[in-house]
């Protein structure tokens, strides 16, 4: 989902350039890895590159074929309007996920590193009942929005196009948790088809894209 408004600017910026037309279809990492695993025909997909990395090893991405696209951090998000805590360091981070009513991140790698992340600072626990996962493919700002979780934790990308809520930033460098999303031919692409594909990605990677990238919230891989 982090990907979703980028790879749309990126799809439009190919198709006025070349004429070719790609349909994307933007769902949670997991659903998207589970049904790329499970021999669904797709011609390209874009994940995170360990779960693209675990594609090609299955042979479910044709060897050779993967390309990193964009470099993605998490940024921190409150309700619009609502107090805004300091995160300009770790402690600060720290302070103001312990004090919170509720905490939400994603379900995606960046939040199995956050999880990660707050047992280390020994919030675990604490954090239990007050923890709240979305559903896949559910932005965490929109929970935020709806005032259902007092700090939210998300790709940047997802969270400065939404409603409703106030962007405190990025996280603090020494915390910062940047994601490597990557594409991949899958291997239910016909010739034709994988040949479009690799088209299309030399595109994405290439530094006319990198502008739509930083638009976006995201730095070219």
């Not at 910026?13 to 990492?29: H, K, L, P």
């Not at 005032?147 to 930033?169: A, H, K, M, R, W």
């Not at 016909?190 to 930083?214: H, I, N």
């Amino acid at each position: 989902m982090a990907t979703r408004q980028v790879l749309a600017d990126l799809v439009a910026a190919f198709a006025q350039r070349t004429g070719a037309t790609a349909a994307i279809e933007s769902v949670g990492g997991v659903d998207a890895a589970k049904r790329v695993m499970a021999g669904e025909a797709f011609d390209v997909v874009i994940l995170a590159s360990d779960a693209i990395d675990k594609l090609l090893a299955a042979g479910r991405v044709v060897a050779g074929s993967k390309v990193d696209l964009v470099h993605s951090g998490v940024a921190v998000a409150v309700r619009a309007g609502a107090l805004r805590p300091d995160i300009g360091s770790e402690a600060a981070v720290r302070e103001a996920v312990r004090s919170a009513r509720s905490v939400s991140y994603s379900t995606g790698p960046s939040g199995v590193a956050l999880a990660k992340l707050f047992e280390r600072w020994g919030l675990a626990d604490a954090l239990r009942d007050r923890l709240v996962t979305p559903p896949p493919g559910v932005p965490v700002g929109s929970l935020v929005a709806r005032g259902e979780v007092e700090l939210g934790f998300q790709q940047y990308s997802e969270l400065i196009n939404l409603g409703g809520i106030d962007v405190l930033g990025p996280l603090p460098p020494e915390i910062q948790i940047t994601t490597t999303f990557s594409a991949g031919v899958c291997a239910t692409a016909s010739p034709e088809q994988a040949q479009a594909v690799r088209e299309m990605l030399a595109f994405m990677a290439s530094a006319d894209a990198d502008d739509a990238k930083r638009r976006q919230g995201m730095d070219p891989a």
